[in-house]
């Protein structure tokens, strides 16, 4: 009896195992049947993984190289507006024939099994702090509206009292064309 359950995760390969040189190249599809990540974005049940995956065979097992990519949707770290993000991560990794202490993974009943690969590497790939932009302003403290959906309450921002002495202070023109004047010095030099 077989021990590997077969998922969308598992790939055959059977027609490399044990065939050094050999190589296979196969896009997969993979359903998510749970979410994939816990924070303020998850890649959802019901979305899909694609993966391009080349599988090679050596003397210790299989390679698999993959290019994965997903959609995570949540909502964003500063206005909590709902958002969607791509995910895109590279893994590769070896399934030795014979689990032994330098392989963590195994080729099991002509079969490899991605789920663990894949299932990691999406969920470190999330930001732990999305954004809908990068400039995204939040929401304003008093109002809780959106600071991009109303501008005119970004302009009230209150400055620390501890900063006025310096506010008042800026760049005079004479030292900013006295610095001008000194590059153009060095320069005929």
């Not at 958002?83 to 993974?105: D, H, N, P, T």
């Not at 930001?127 to 302003?137: E, L, M, N």
């Not at 809780?144 to 302009?155: I, S």
Request: hydrophobic residues 40%.
């Amino acid at each position: 009896m077989s021990k590997l359950q077969k998922t969308p995760y598992t790939v055959n390969v059977r027609d490399i195992v044990h065939r050094p040189g050999e190589m296979r190249e196969q896009r997969l599809e993979i359903p998510i049947t749970e979410d994939l990540g816990e924070g303020l974005v998850a890649v959802r049940a019901g979305d899909t993984i694609d993966a391009e995956l080349r599988l090679e065979s050596v003397h210790e097992g299989i390679l698999v190289s993959a290019d994965v990519s997903a959609t995570a949707s949540g909502v964003c770290g500063r206005c909590l507006i709902d958002m969607e993000q791509g995910v895109e991560v590279e893994i590769q990794e070896l399934f030795a024939y014979s689990l032994g202490e330098a392989f963590e993974f195994e080729v099991q009943d002509d079969h490899v099994d991605l789920e663990p690969l894949i299932r990691d590497a999406v969920v470190l790939a999330l930001p732990f702090q999305p954004v809908c932009r990068p400039d995204c302003p939040g929401l304003d403290p008093e109002t809780g509206l959106r600071l991009a959906d109303h501008p005119e309450l970004a302009e009230r921002v209150q400055r620390d009292p501890r900063w006025d002495a310096l506010a008042d202070l800026g760049a005079s023109e004479d030292y900013s064309a006295g610095s001008a004047r000194s590059a153009d010095t060095k320069k005929e030099r």
